[in-house]
C-alpha cells in the first residue's frame, strides 16, 4: 500500500497553512479572540515512538551525519504518517507534535465523554495492532506507546508577533503519566479516564502499585458505528470526510481570506512562512542542514498560578526571539510537556544561515539564560542544551497535518543535555570545535548516563567569552632578516614597552611586570628577544642548546600568561609571510599553551606563500574545490586528513610489478600526478616518499567539510528560496548543465519560470552561460547556429524576461563556484535527489552513443542488445524523445567544458602512456554495416560536421564527460551495480575510441573494484559483460605496454566468450541475432589482438600463434558474414528495421 506521502493532495492557498495548524486552531472561536485563555472538554491520547534516540544514534553511525539523518527522518516520518492515518480516519485532531510524541484531541462535551472515550481506545487498538512495532533497517525496533486521559483542558497563547500555544490541565499531567508506565506496544488509561468510560464494554488489569490501567481488550465497533460515533461529536458537526479528494480535513480547501491568513500567519514558524511567501511546492520543503539547535527549559514553580505561567511564558517567548533575532535564529516548537516547559530553537534554517553559527547559538544561549533568570516571575531554573550538525528540515507527520521542524540525532542529543544538566549552558564536542573557541572558555562536565545515547562524546559547559585583549603588528621586509624581531613587537607591544625607551628602563619595566610570574635567573633568556642585558647566571651558561631552548619557551609561556591575566587575547599580524625563521620556532610551540587567537594574513607572490600554493596545485581536488583560496584549501586538507583519506608510500622502482593489474594503477596514478606530491628532497628519485588517495575513496564524491558548507550555505541563503529551487535541481545535472536537461528534470510550477530563474542566477554571478541561442529553443530556427553570448557569459545583465513562459532557452550553463554547487547538492533528502536523478539519467541514455561523425551506435559494439536496458517503459519527453540535435549539441558543448576542468595533468602526459593501437578496424567495419536499429533512420542536418581538412570532427569524447561519466556515477550512487558496470564499461571503450589509454585504465579500475564488491554481494554478472571487461583491459594493457598481462587477459575474454550462447525465445529472434553478433564481435576483437601480440614477440613460435590467431579469426569473419545475411532477411520478414544497411 501506498504511503500516504505518495499521493496528490489539493490545497488551497490558506489550506497550506491549515496544514501546519490543528482544528482547534482554525475553530472560529479561537482563530478571533486568542489572546483569553480557553477551556475545553476533551479526551487525550498521547503516542511516543519508543527506541527513537537509539535508533538515530545507529543511523548515524552506520551512515554518518548526513545519510543518517536522512534515514532517521524518512523512517520516522512514515511511521508517523501511517499512525496518523488511522487517528484521522477516527476523527482525531493532531494538537501536537514532540519530537518522537504526537499529541491529539478528541473535542466533545461532557455527556459526549464516555462515547468518545470508547472511540479513542478502538483507534488505539488498531494503531496497535497494524503499526504496534515496526523494524528498521539497523536492527532498532521502534515501539508505540499510548496514554490516554480525559477532562477539562486550557489552552493558552503566548506572544505578539510570533504566538505560540500552550495547553495546561491536570488531563495532560495524567496523559504523560499514562504513556510513560506504558510498554512494548500497550495502551495504559489514566484514572480520570477510567471513571468517564463505558466500563462495562473494556477489559482492563491495574497496574501494580498504580491508579492507571492497562487496557487488555473492548468491544468492536463497525466502521459505520465509528463514524456515526464521531458525526456527533461537537468537532466534527461540521466536518465531512471527502471522499472524492480523499481528504478528511475541509481546513485544507477553504477559501482565502487575508484576516484569516494574517492571524494564521502568527502560529507558523518563519522558516515554513518564508517557503509559503515564496510558493515552494510542500513536497520541496524538505532539506539536509547543518544547523545549531538549542532547546530551553524553564522550570517555573509548582506556586505558579495561570496567571504567572502565562505572563512567564509570553516575556519568555519575546526574550528568546529578540536574543535569536540578530543571529537569524527562531524558536521552532513550543512545548509545555514531557520536558517541561521548552522551546526547541533552530540557528541556520534555510534562508536564515549566517557564517559562525556555533559562536552565535552559544553567546545567545548565556544571554537567554542571564535574561530569563533575571525578568520571569516564579522562574526556579533555566537549562540550554546546545549541539550542532546534520539534521532533516521540512514536513514531519502526514500530508494533511505535519509540523515544519528539525530531526535528527543532534536535535535529540541538545534535548538530553538540556534535561540532564539543569542550570548551565552544555553543549557536545562538536559545538566546541565548530565555534574554535579556545579551552578556558568551556569547563569539561562529568559524565552522565544519557537515555537512549550510548556514544555522546565529551559534554563541556560554556562560561563564555572573557574580555578580549587584542595587539596588532604590522611587519616589513626588513622584519624577515632580523632574529626575533616579530616575538619582540607582539612581546613589547603586550607589556607596554615603548620603542624610544633605553635598556635599563627596558629592564626595570620588566621587573616590575613579571615579578613573581618567573624566576630572576630566567630574565636573561629575555636578552636577546627584547633587546635587554640581564645577568646571565652560571647555570644558564652552561646548558646546552636543546635544554636552553626549552627554557626560552617556558619563559615566553610564562611571560604572556602572566600578561594575558587569564584573559582572552588576539594577536593580529599582517603580512605574516614577513615573520622571521627565529620567531617561528619560540612561536608555534607557545601558542599550543597560552589562550591566544593568532589572526594573520598573507600577501600572494612571496616564497612562502608560493610554496604553499605550489603544494596544493598538485592536487585536482584542492584546485577544482578550494577556488584558490588558501583557507579552503586548508580545510579540504584537513577534512582528508581527519577522515583518513590520504596514503603514504615510496615510489615504485621495480618496473616488473607493473606486470599485474595493481602494479600498473598505481604506477599509472604516481605518474600522473593527479593526487600526488613528492617531496622536493626525492625529487628526482623513484623511492621519494608519495601522498596519494587510498583507492577505496571517491573524491568526486566527499562530503564538504563543515567549515566549508557552512562559508557556502550562507552564501546561498543571500538569494531567494525560489532561485534555491532552481539551484538546487541545477545542482543534480552536474557542474556544467544544459537547459533541456534541466527543463527536463525541473517540476511544471518552476519549469514555467526557468528562463526568468536562470537570468537572475547569472546576474547574481552564481552562474554563467557558456553558450546561449539567445532565444526560446522552440522559436529559433532550425537551421540557425547557436551563438555564444558574451555579455551573459561576463556576467553582464541581460534584458528583463517575463517570470513565467511555457517557453525556455536552450544553451549550456555552468557553476560559477564549485562549493556553491556541492552545498546546494548536499541538501537533497536522498528520495527526492533519486527521483530526479532519475529524470536526469532517463534524458542522459537517449544520448549515450557514439557521434554521427562516428556512425553513431554503442562504443561496445551492440551493448544495447546484449544486455537489456533499465530505462523500458520510461519515457522520457521533450527533445531527448526525439534525440534532436539541439539536445546533442548542447551536450556536446557541456562535455567539451567538463574535459577542460578535468585536464589537469601535465600537457603530453596522456601521449606518454602510448597512442592507442589500432584494432577497432572490425568494430567499425561491423559499426558502418550494421548500424543498430532506430539510430539515424531519420535524414537531420549535422550540426557538428566541422570541416577540418575535409573530415568530420569527433565529438565522442565530449560526450563520454557529459553522458556516460554522469550516467557511470548515478547507478553507482543509487546502487544499481549490472547497470553501473555497464557504463563504466561504456565509459573506458569510449575512452579508447578517442585514444586516452589513461582514462580507460582509470575506468576499469573503477569497474574492477564494482565487480569485486558484486562477487561479495553475490549478484549476477552478465558474461558478455564479463567477457567485454577482460578484453577492454586486455587492450589497455597493450597500449601500456604490458604484453604479458595483455596476454592473460584477453585469454580470459576468449574463453568466456567460448561458453555456450544463451537461447531466446523466438518472438525476439531478430533481437537474439543482434546479441550473438556482438559475442562474435568480441571474440573478433580478443583473436585480433592475441594476434597482434604474439606478432610483438618475434619468434616461431610467436608467428605461429599468430597465424592461428588470424586463421580463427577469419573462421569468425565469415560467420559474422552469415548471420549479416539472415539478419537482413529476418528483417523483412518480419517488418524491422534491419541491422544492415548495403548501399
Partial sequence: MASAWERKYLYSELGKRAVLLPDLRLSEDFIWDNLVPKVIVEVLFLADFA????????????????????????????????????????????LKFGGDAVLVLWRASEAQLPQTIGLVLQCCQQIQKKHGTRDTHVGVKLQ??????????????????????????????????????????????????????????????????????????????????????????????????????????????????????????????????????????????????????????????????????????????????????????????????????????????????????????????????????????????????????????????????AEHTVIGHKVNLAARLMVHYPRLVSCDEATSAASRLPGCFFKELPETKLKGVTNPGHIYQYVGIAEKWVVTVELTEANVRQPFSAIRMLVARALGLQAGETCEDRQRTLQAKLQGAIEESRYCLLNDILLVKFAVPDKIRKMHDTPRKRELHLTCMQVLQKTLGGEFGIFVIDNAHFIDPASWIIMWPVLQSVTLFMVMSLAPGHERTESFFKAAAQCLFLIQRSSGIPYYCEELLRCLRCNNMRLFRTGRQDKKAEDDWEGLIASAVETSHLVSATSSSSAGNNSGRVCTIRPDVSLETTVLPATLKEIALAELDRITLKKQMALKFAAITGPV????????????????????????LVSDNIIKWLKDTGVPRDVQDAGEEPSTSQQAGSGAERPSMSEETTEWRAGVLAFCAPLLREAAYELWPERQRANAQRKRAAFLEKHAHKCRSCHGG???????????????????????????WHSWEALVLAGEQLKKDRSHTPEGSANALQQQQAFSEEELRASERFPPAGEWTTAQPSRTEEKDGGECSCKCEAIIESVLVPLARHYVAIGNAPRAFYYLLECAAAYLHVSNSYMALMKLNEAEALRNSMEKTATALDCLEEATFFSLKGEVCCNLGCVRLAKKTTRRALSLLKKQFPQTRAGAFVK?????????????????????????????????????????????DGRMDSSQEEDSLSANCLCVPPLLSVS
Fill in 858 to 884: 554503442d562504443f561496445v559494439a551492440f551493448h544495447r542488445f546484449a544486455v537489456p536496458s533499465p530505462q523500458d517503459g520510461e519515457n522520457c519527453q521533450g527533445s531527448a524523445d526525439e534525440d534532436d
Fill in 1072 to 1116: 537474439s541475432l543482434r546479441k550473438k553478433l556482438a559475442w562474435m564481435l568480441q571474440q573478433t576483437r580478443c583473436l585480433s589482438l592475441l594476434g597482434h601480440l604474439y606478432s610483438l614477440e618475434g619468434t616461431s613460435g610467436g608467428r605461429r600463434f599468430s597465424r592461428l590467431a588470424a586463421l580463427m579469426k577469419a573462421n569468425r
Fill in 737 to 760: 548543465f544544459t537547459t533541456q536537461l534541466l527543463a527536463h528534470i525541473l517540476p511544471t510550477c518552476i519549469r514555467q519560470q526557468m528562463n526568468y530563474l536562470l537570468d537572475v
Fill in 144 to 401: 508505540l506507546k499510548i496514554g490516554i486521559s480525559a477532562g477539562q483542558m486550557t489552552l493558552l497563547t503566548a506572544g505578539d508577533r510570533e504566538q505560540h500555544y500552550f495547553i495546561c490541565s491536570q488531563a495532560l499531567d495524567e496523559v504523560m503519566e499514562a504513556q510513560n508506565l506504558a510498554v512494548k506496544s500497550e495502551v495504559i488509561l489514566s484514572p480520570t479516564c477510567w471513571e468517564l468510560c463505558e466500563q462495562e464494554q473494556i477489559q482492563t488489569k491495574l497496574l501494580g502499585g498504580k491508579r492507571s490501567l492497562k487496557v487488555l481488550r473492548m468491544e468492536h465497533r463497525s466502521g459505520s458505528e465509528r463514524q456515526d460515533a464521531a458525526g456527533r461529536f461537537d468537532q466534527h458537526a461540521k466536518m465531512r470526510h471527502l471522499e472524492r479528494i480523499r481528504q478528511r480535513r475541509p481546513a485544507l480547501i477553504m477559501s482565502s481570506d487575508r484576516k484569516v491568513a494574517a492571524r494564521l500567519k502568527k502560529h507558523i514558524p518563519a522558516a515554513a512562512l518564508r517557503k509559503m511567501d515564496e510558493d515552494v511546492p510542500l513536497h520541496l520543503w524538505s532539506e539536509l542542514r547543518p544547523v545549531t539547535s538549542l532547546f530551553v527549559q524553564l522550570q517555573f514553580s509548582a506556586e505558579a498560578s495561570l496567571l504567572d505561567l502565562r505572563r512567564g511564558l509570553s516575556n519568555a517567548n519575546r526574550i528568546i526571539s529578540a536574543i535569536l533575532s540578530p543571529h537569524k535564529g527562531e524558536i521552532n516548537k513550543s512545548l509545555l510537556f514531557d520536558k517541561g516547559c521548552t522551546f526547541l530553537c533552530v540557528l541556520g534554517l534555510s534562508g536564515a544561515k549566517l557564517q559562525h553559527e556555533s559562536i552565535h547559538a552559544l553567546e545567545s544561549a548565556l544571554q537567554i539564560v542571564s535574561m530569563c533568570s533575571a525578568s520571569l516571575r516564579k522562574l526556579e531554573a533555566v537549562s540550554v542544551g546546545v549541539t550542532s550538525g546534520t539534521v532533516f528540515c521540512g514536513l514531519c507527520g502526514h500530508p494533511e497535518r
Fill in 51 to 94: 527506541g527513537f534516540t537509539a535508533f538515530s544514534e545507529k543511523c548515524v553511525q552506520q551512515s554518518g551525519a548526513d545519510r543518517g539523518a536522512d534515514e532517521l527522518a524518512q523512517t520516522l516520518n512514515d511511521y508517523k504518517c501511517d499512525v496518523l492515518e488511522d487517528v484521522l480516519d477516527f476523527g482525531g485532531d493532531i
